[in-house]
């Protein structure tokens, strides 16, 4: 015989009560007894009828904690656990509301306030619809009037969009399951810009498909913004908190994902007539603003009469000064040329000299030391040269002439004057 200790009794137990699928998810209708409040602001509580009592424990801040007082009637959203230490079956209440709303009423508030709690409802991951949608998904039932008076509306206010329906039962015990399909077909096609999820009215029971957690999350995970149009306008289901924007009627939806054409086409018009006022007033500145430009240019400018004159005036002196330099520089070129006409070979040539050179070295003689008896020379005058032979005749220096000076080029000089 096996025998166990405290703890180990109190594990099982514990293990048996928290594994079980109905303790685990229960609502409770009781009236409230006992009731304690610690320092820290959790609430220790009975709930009991005419049989039975049942220990509660309910943490500060869960909803419906401000209901609890002696005697009052509940119903009470929470689990079975065992407390090892305390060894006692307590109700862990995470939600409590008066009694006699109903299962879907206490279902459809826990779900609400589990999601709130998540963040599914916060605004500020709610999106801005499209200005000018040009696809628009409706998820809806196709053998309705809501998708009819979609099209309508559409057509009326805004014919550029075109309508991509995703169709889907909207009642029923498969809904819920269809309604998650269809929303998951519009974000794979990805054309749509918007989608509007639409029913028309009915009792809490019918509309129950759209208070669906699975129908939830999908709206929360569509990557398209959503627009629920649920029923009527004083319906309210969990995806209208979900969807980034909520309609009070399918025919309010249509309104609200497409501008108006006519209005559109109104304050068109208003802003021709405002830019052509515009324009016309900036015209009119800009031209009065170009003639006060050039009245100050023109004031600006200077005396061109003034600066005629002097400009002539310059150009006057300026020739003046050009010419006394030119002349100048004329007369230095004149007196340089006459220099080197005085130096040119030729013109020495002419007046009666002439250029001796030994024949074959073109070596030119200028004493008589440089030539012997039979040597060939070269005689260069004006018009040519005269070849020569020296002979062995003496080399003698010219007489001088009293009172007159006579140049005589022996035989064989470098540059002589024929005689």
């Not at 519009?186 to 009792?203: E, F, K, M, T, Y």
């Not at 021709?272 to 600006?300: C, F, I, K, P």
């Not at 060939?376 to 020569?388: E, F, K, N, R």
């Amino acid at each position: 015989m096996a025998v166990y200790t405290v703890a180990q009794v109190t594990a099982h137990l514990r293990q048996k009560m928290e594994g079980d699928p109905l303790l685990a998810d229960l609502w409770v209708v009781g009236e409230a007894s006992n009731l304690r409040v610690s320092s820290a602001g959790h609430s220790y509580f009975t709930l009991k009828d005419e049989q039975s009592v049942l220990r509660c424990v309910m943490f500060k801040g869960q909803p419906g904690s401000e209901l609890l007082t002696e005697g009052s009637a509940l119903s009470a959203h929470g689990h079975i656990t065992f407390y090892e230490r305390g060894g006692t079956t307590d109700f862990m209440v995470d939600l409590a509301m008066p009694e006699g709303l109903g299962e879907l009423h206490l279902e459809l508030e826990r779900l609400r306030l589990q999601l709130e709690e998540e963040g599914l409802f916060e605004d500020t991951r709610k999106r801005p619809l499209p200005k000018f949608p040009q696809v628009v998904g409706v998820v809806t039932s196709p053998a309705g009037a809501v998708f009819h008076d979609i099209q309508n509306v559409i057509q009326r206010r805004y014919p550029l969009v075109e309508l991509v329906l995703s169709p889907t039962v909207v009642q029923g015990p498969s809904a819920a399951e269809n309604i998650v399909a269809a929303l998951e077909a519009l974000n794979r096609d990805g054309r749509a810009d918007v989608i509007i999820v639409a029913r028309g009215g009915g009792s809490l029971e019918d509309l129950w498909p759209f208070n669906e957690e699975a129908v939830a999350r999908a709206v929360h995970a569509s990557r398209i913004p959503v627009v629920s149009a649920i029923g009527h306008e004083t319906d309210f289901t969990i995806i209208d908190w979900v969807a980034d924007v909520r309609a009070p009627t399918p025919s309010a939806a249509a309104e609200l994902v497409v501008p108006d054409s006519w209005a559109l086409r109104r304050e068109l018009d208003d802003y021709q007539d405002r830019s052509g006022m515009a324009m016309a007033y900036l015209l009119q500145t800009n031209r009065a603003e170009v003639a006060r430009m050039v009245r100050r240019l023109e004031s600006g400018l200077p005396d061109g009469e003034t600066w005629r004159r002097r400009v002539d005036d310059l150009s006057r002196i300026a020739g003046t000064a050009m010419s006394g330099r030119l002349a100048l520089a004329k007369g230095q070129v004149e007196s340089i040329r006459l220099q080197l006409g005085a130096l040119d070979p030729m013109a020495t040539l002419k007046r009666g000299f002439s250029v001796v050179q030994k024949a074959g070295s073109n070596q030119v003689v200028t004493a008589t030391a440089q030539v012997a008896a039979g040597d060939g020379l070269t005689i260069t005058v004006t018009d040519g040269v005269i070849p020569a032979t020296a002979d062995g005749g003496t080399m003698a220096k010219a007489p001088k002439t009293p009172g007159k000076k006579r140049r005589t080029a022996p035989q064989g000089a470098g540059m002589n004057r024929l005689l």
